[in-house]
């Protein structure tokens, strides 16, 4: 009995260890808990779906009026949005949920989430993890489903960190405000630069968490600080966004991910990478079409210093995407590499889903004998 009695408490202990060691991956690499608000409050989803206490919500804080909205709800003749699922949260003005995450101190952590807006066109959503802040801009929907899945990075100051969702706006109605729902968070590392390539992750595979249920790809808004990309390696300097993309859902050149240019000049994505000034190079990738039906032509400016090439795509009935090179002579150490759709391109079957090229397999070869 005793033998027996022991065997049951290290058991009992192997499990618990296991127990921890899921908990910490999940907070690495995966959806946050109930990232994607369906677990039931304690006294079960309000028919008016308001949040009376901060900590109604399971898992999250929350501040100020913030609403659980059910898939279906009707708001005078709207039907709200709920990304996936029964059930999303919509922040009121100047309203917030937050929750705290386990994380690795020094590391750089991308943020995946759907956001939708209800009744302002000028909605916004800022997401922090104190210091690091981003406000988003919810005023361009990308597509009819009338919601979009984002992507935010930052770097973690301490071991533990609250992530934040605010609704910054003051609107009339104080119900009003951004929909979030479905979120994620990924530990993201920087590839080694290859030996014969300039350019770090040019095949763009390292990059923010996706939901495989998710076919929309998952959008980069503007972000300028290299250090603290989504896309490691790369930075979005433009107002507008590009579409980061998977083999699951889309046509990829090469690998299982790769970036779709939105917006026209207005979604621009750049690297600046080591060179020898005087020495003749050739910037080289693969360009195509993301087989979601985006309207001909499509057409990309591609930059290397202070070269410029327009390059169109050819459909071939055997590939969806060709490849293109730009041949230029470094200037400086650094040379800046660059991508911008030539077009705004929308899908053909519905007209106004904002679509564009992809862009995948970014080398710059030293082109000396």
Known sequence: MARSSTRIKWVSIFMLLLAHLAITVTADDGPVPNGDFEASPSNGFS?????????????????????????????????????????????????EVSQEVKVEKGSIYSVTFSAART?????SLNVSVPPASQTIDLQTLYNVQGWDPYAWAFEAEEDNVKLVFKNPGMEDD???????????????????????????????????????????????????????????????????????????????????????????????????????PNKPYQLTFSLGQAGDKCKQPLGIMAFAGDQAQNVHY??????????????????????????????????????????????????VWFSGS
């Open 47 to 95: 028919s008016d779906g308001l949040i009376n206490g901060p900590s109604e919500i399971p898992n999250w804080k929350s501040n100020g009026t913030v609403e659980l909205v059910q898939s279906g709800q009707k708001q005078g003749g709207m039907i709200l949005i709920v990304p996936e699922g029964r059930h999303a949260v919509r922040l009121g003005n100047d309203a």
């Open 119 to 123: 009744c302002a066109q000028l909605e």
């Open 174 to 276: 104080p119900t009003c405000g951004p929909i979030i729902d479905d979120i994620a968070m990924k530990k993201l590392f920087t590839p080694d630069k290859p030996k014969d390539n300039a350019v770090i992750n040019g095949d763009f595979e390292e990059g923010p968490w996706m939901f495989k249920n998710t076919s929309l790809g998952v959008l980069l808004p503007t972000n300028l600080d290299e250090e603290t990309s989504s896309v490691p390696g790369w930075i979005i300097e433009s107002n507008r966004a590009v579409r980061y993309i998977d083999s699951n859902h889309y046509s990829v050149p090469q690998g299982k991910r790769a970036i779709e240019l939105l917006s026209g000049k207005e979604g621009i994505i750049s690297q600046m990478v080591d060179t020898t």
């Open 314 to 363: 050819t459909p071939d009935s055997n590939s969806t995407f060709q490849a293109a090179n730009l041949n230029f002579t470094a200037k400086a150490e650094k040379t800046r590499i660059a991508f911008y759709s030539v077009y705004y391109n929308t899908r053909t079957d519905d007209m106004s889903s904002l679509c564009g090229p992809v862009v995948d397999d970014v080398r």
